[in-house]
Nanobody, 117 residues
Framework: QVQFVESGGGLVQPGGSLRLSCAAS????????MRWYRQAPGKERELVAT????????NYADSVKGRFTISRDNAKNTLYLQMNSLKPEDTALYYC??????????WGQGTQVTVSS
């Protein structure tokens, strides 16, 4: 019953912003590191950002550093990704997942982000 449901994607112009949300369920959310991944057509899935279980430590891919912010609300079992100054290169299907569950293939359907003029 582990589940990750991503939302908030859409079509935006270069330079625009989006806030993605991820509703997690089926496990004790507050105890796990969470991650955002993305996958563009023809590309491997790449790690975008990570956040520690308590939200105290975050890491970002160099390509998004300074533009994206990962956060979480453990009381709501929800993960967020604030994306600013979006570029066409950010176009991808975005996924959230707890690090622990990655090897069990508990991926959601993702939410599509398209950055285009």
């Amino acid at each position: 019953q582990v589940q990750f449901v991503e939302s908030g994607g859409g079509l935006v112009q270069p330079g625009g912003s989006l806030r993605l949300s991820c509703a997690a369920s089926g496990f004790t959310f507050r105890n796990y590191e969470m991650r955002w991944y993305r996958q563009a057509p023809g590309k491997e899935r790449e790690l975008v950002a990570t956040i520690a279980s308590d939200g105290g430590s975050t890491n970002y891919a160099d390509s998004v550093k300074g533009r994206f912010t990962i956060s979480r609300d453990n009381a709501k079992n929800t993960l967020y990704l604030q994306m600013n100054s979006l570029k066409p290169e950010d176009t991808a299907l975005y996924y959230c997942i707890a690090r622990f569950w990655m090897n069990y293939d508990y991926w959601g359907q993702g939410t599509q982000v398209t950055v285009s003029s």
